[in-house]
């Protein structure tokens, strides 16, 4: 750890490492400060304005932007922050599509709760709410969705797909009030370079990047995605007997809550109708299921009767480092040849 | 097309900040910026293809749809729709059968409105194919199109003229002429001080920034100076956007070379061997003009290394803005000449450790850079004899709206603003109210006219001084109108980044528009007052933290003017 950092945080007292915001202290500590364009993986910018709070008796500043120093004592909430944060709030959710209940976003979604916190008075939302027609929904990506309508420009999308992927698919279109969040040219997520990866739409704060098949889960499972050697962790979401959803585990260094699109969204073979669940063998120029044990059997024998260099062995760049050294420590050892190759060589 | 792309390409080197330098190229040739040419910039200057459409979008120059042979540009900016610039739009509209940000289908006139040209000394005004022009309300449009007349340099008066003197006396580009008339002495005097002597010199003057914000000049320079990092560079901000602001545009097109000098001093001084002056896409004329002067200084030894043999080097380049008001702000202006959307940067840490390209910077206003180089020919002594203890030396006002004789005015700070007006021939009508420090502002009543114009002495009445704006506001023009005008402004230019000044400049217009129409309600006010107060408190920048300053002023001052005053005819958004 960095050096440690003394301050309090609404009377208490916290111990923080040097260089860390005031924003990711209270969350580490459980203590909620409304924010909408901040994620801990990501640079801080300071765009939302609803983390302000005040130090030095009064000053406020904004938690995500500024660093935890010692002695500090930082309050929360005020009438000042409150009044601030209701205002910006106000003028938010009254551009923003409300239809919580058929919402994606569920029970995740940070306006709502920011909402909820503070409060906000629906009748005074009325009067502000412009009388605009809703932008159509891009459904192109076969995983996710974009609604526009429920964006709320907090750029979180977009420097995920700068910070952490580096593909820089997504980008700030217009200006000012007419500013929206969209690929080159404007063009459906489909039609860019966008690879899928559902890095921005897990980031998302509301429902404006969504999932096709977003699932309240009943219980979740951790494990290790078995689609390549990188070995990333996730948890899979469970409803009854069918796994429904993968999210990926911040804590695992291997991935650091990142996944691909194939370790995210690419679940659908596990209970797919074709997946083989017994080996096959052939017999008589036809598949037919048989049980493990004859099938290793088969395979054992087979293998006994071509020992030597008549033998190669090509591993997978699915499996995993252990896996492939047994396998070359086989193909030597056991088989007695050097014919050990990898398709990642390649 | 007749030019390929690859050849426009071939004299850029793929840096990522000359993006927007190419977008202006582009669209200089093709008269529009394809996704075509988009996908082959970002190829060029190695940037997702996201990145440099975000930065065609942002700024409002640039346009993904073919533009007209003649592309007019008409001024709704607060003078100009003060004198009827907007009626004439309507005009414009109806005789070429397009609204504004449409391009007839004979592809011959396109129609753009813009929210201010920095003319309003010529009010109201219009750009046609980059040609400033006053409009002529009695004129048919045809026959305006048809010839259009360019406008003159501007009325310049006051005294004494240390910073214009030059301006209107001696032909703006020729060297020689500038020579004559006292042009680098300033500078030669730097060179034989030491860095240290100079900003010494500076801080003695008391010379403070101004843009508006008026900090002290001296001491940036020696925050630059003493930063460790290399190399520094120094910028010349010559960005003014703001309705009722063209002092900029006057010192540019009349005494360009006065800038070269101020920035061959700050550059000397700081040392910077590069220096931009960045420059609002609205000035297409005194581009030009500063263009042609860095070309002459640089022929003449001015500009370049070993400078008259002194073994200072620096060379200067203009960097042209897109029409964006935002990159004013120091730290959108260095994102925008990064080729980056003009979003500002989080402060600290501070341009001068952090700046353009992430190296120390030090950014003037061109007024100011202007005034060091007097300072350097004259002395700190000299300039300090004039003004007052705290706004020592001389200011630029910009006087416009319903003055007989708008125009600049150099005086010393301290002159109360009736004699201000006086200089500029008095007022046309019984005055309503003043705008003073610009849209940013805040308004002053007709029994102020005795206030001093320094910035002590309107700060101690509650009135920004800013860059010298004082626009005059008779009882014959409807105050709503001037609101309104300054809310679609700041709703204009509203970078988007931090949320209250995105929400709160377009809540402010919604709610001003229900003014005009005589439909607001009490509660509306109260919104108003709140939005307004929020985005003061809580914006990222100082444009949103201003965006409603000159609103709520006037609030305080004519609540009446808000509250149910029936729409009047031709008033329109």
């Known amino acids: 750890m960095r050096k440690p950092v003394y301050f309090t945080i609404d009377g208490q007292e916290i111990c923080a490492e040097k260089g860390m915001n005031i924003l990711d202290a209270a969350q580490d500590n459980d203590i909620y400060i409304p924010h909408l364009c901040h994620h801990p993986d990501l640079k801080p910018v300071g765009a939302c304005r609803l983390c302000g709070v005040e130090i030095d008796g009064g000053r406020m500043v904004m938690s995500c932007m500024t660093p935890v120093q010692d002695g500090i004592q930082v309050i929360t909430d005020s009438p000042t922050i409150h009044q601030s944060r209701t205002a910006i709030m106000e003028m938010l959710v009254a551009t923003h599509h409300m239809d919580c209940l058929a919402c994606k976003a569920a029970t995740d979604c940070e306006l709502l709760k920011t909402a909820s916190y503070l409060g906000l008075d629906v009748e005074r939302l009325a009067d502000l709410r412009p009388a605009l027609p809703l932008r159509p929904v891009d459904r192109s990506n076969p995983f996710f969705n974009f609604d526009p309508n429920k964006c709320i420009v907090c750029g979180i999308c977009v420097r995920t797909c700068d910070e952490i992927v580096g593909l820089g698919a997504l980008g700030y279109i217009e200006r000012g009030y007419h500013t929206v969040i969209g690929t080159f040219d404007d063009k459906p997520f489909v039609d860019s370079i966008c690879e899928s990866c559902g890095e921005c739409v897990s980031r998302c704060p509301v429902g404006a990047l969504a999932p096709k098949r977003p699932e309240v889960v009943a219980r979740e499972v951790e494990t290790t995605c078995v689609y390549c050697g990188v070995g990333c962790g996730i948890y899979l979401g469970v409803k009854g007997d069918q796994i429904v959803s993968v999210r990926a585990d911040r804590e695992r260094p291997t991935n650091e809550g990142s996944l691909c699109v194939k370790g995210r969204y690419g679940f659908n073979f596990i209970n797919h109708r074709d997946r083989l669940t017994k080996p096959l063998i052939k017999k008589n120029g036809q598949f037919v299921e048989a049980e493990w044990d004859e099938a290793l059997e088969m395979v054992a024998s087979k293998f006994t009767e071509s020992k030597g260099d008549q033998f190669a062995a090509l591993a997978s760049a699915k499996c995993t480092n252990e896996d492939n050294y047994l396998i070359q420590k086989f193909t030597r050892a056991v088989m007695g040849t050097n014919n050990v190759d990898h398709c990642a060589r390649l | ?573």
């Open chain 2, 1 to 573: 097309m007749e030019v390929e792309f690859d050849t426009l390409l071939s004299e850029f080197e793929g840096r990522q900040d000359e993006i927007i330098p190419i977008l202006h190229k582009a669209q200089g040739v093709y008269r529009h910026i394809s996704a075509d040419s988009m996908a082959k910039i970002a190829q060029f200057t190695h940037v997702p293809e996201s990145q440099v459409y975000g930065v065609a979008t942002f700024y409002s120059q640039f346009h993904l749809e073919p533009q007209g042979s003649q592309h007019i540009m008409v001024c709704r900016g607060s003078v100009c729709r003060m004198q009827g610039g907007n009626r004439y739009l309507e005009k414009l509209e109806a005789h070429l059968g397009i609204k504004a940000g449409e391009t007839t289908p004979d592809g011959r006139y396109s129609l753009e409105v813009v929210e201010c040209l920095g003319l309003c000394d010529q009010a109201p005004s219009a750009l046609v194919n980059g040609v400033p022009v006053r409009i002529d309300l009695d004129v048919h449009p045809q026959s305006w199109l048809e010839g259009p007349v360019e406008i003159p340099l501007g009325t310049l008066g006051g005294e004494p003229r240390w910073l214009t003197g030059r301006c209107g006396a001696i032909d703006p580009t020729d060297l020689q002429d500038f020579h004559n008339k006292d042009g680098f002495v300033g500078f030669r005097k730097t060179l034989e001080q030491s860095p240290a002597e100079v900003i010494a010199e500076i801080e003695r003057s008391g010379l403070s920034g101004r843009g508006g914000a008026a900090f002290p000049t001296g001491l940036k320079w020696r925050y630059t100076a003493g930063a460790p990092a290399n190399p520094k560079y120094i910028i010349c901000n010559a960005d003014e956007s703001e309705p009722g602001t063209f002092k900029d545009r006057v010192l540019i097109e009349g005494d360009p070379f006065s800038i070269i000098e101020g920035m061959l001093i700050a550059g000397y001084a700081i040392g910077a061997p590069q220096g931009y002056i960045y420059i609002r896409g609205e000035y297409p004329r005194p581009t030009t003009i500063l263009q042609q002067a860095i070309e002459a200084a640089y022929a003449a030894g001015y500009l370049g290394q070993d400078i008259l043999g002194r073994g200072f080097d620096f060379d200067l380049e203009i960097r042209s803005g897109a029409g964006a008001y935002i990159c004013g702000e120091e730290t959108a202006l260095f994102e925008s000449i990064e080729g980056q959307r003009g979003m500002p940067r989080s402060k600290p840490p501070f341009p001068t450790t952090n700046g353009l390209f992430d190296k120390p910077t030090m950014i003037n206003n061109v007024e100011t850079l202007c005034t060091a180089a007097w300072i350097m020919a004259h002395g700190a002594e000299a300039y300090r004899s004039v003004g007052t203890e705290n706004s020592p030396g001389t200011k630029l006002f910009c006087l416009s709206g319903d003055v007989q004789n708008p125009g600049v005015y150099e005086t010393p700070f301290g002159i109360p603003m009736q004699d201000l007006l006086a200089l500029a021939g008095g007022q046309r009508g019984e005055i309503q109210a003043i705008l003073l420090g610009g849209a940013a502002g805040a308004f002053a009543k007709p029994d102020q006219l005795d206030l001093p114009m320094s910035f002590e002495g309107l700060k101690q009445a509650g009135l920004p001084l800013g860059s010298g704006v004082v626009l005059v506001i008779n009882t014959e023009k409807d105050l709503r109108e001037i609101l309104l005008s300054l809310a679609l402004f700041f709703a204009h230019e509203s970078c988007g980044k931090c949320f209250p000044c995105r929400l709160g400049t377009r809540y402010q217009l919604q709610i001003i528009q229900k003014v005009l129409a005589g439909d607001s309600t009490p509660g509306d006010i109260d919104k108003l007052k709140e939005i307004g107060n929020t985005m003061m408190k809580a914006s990222f920048c100082g444009l949103g933290q201003t965006a409603a300053s000159a609103i709520l002023s006037a609030l305080k001052l004519w609540p009446e003017v808000f509250i149910g005053i029936p729409e009047r005819e031709g008033v329109s958004a």
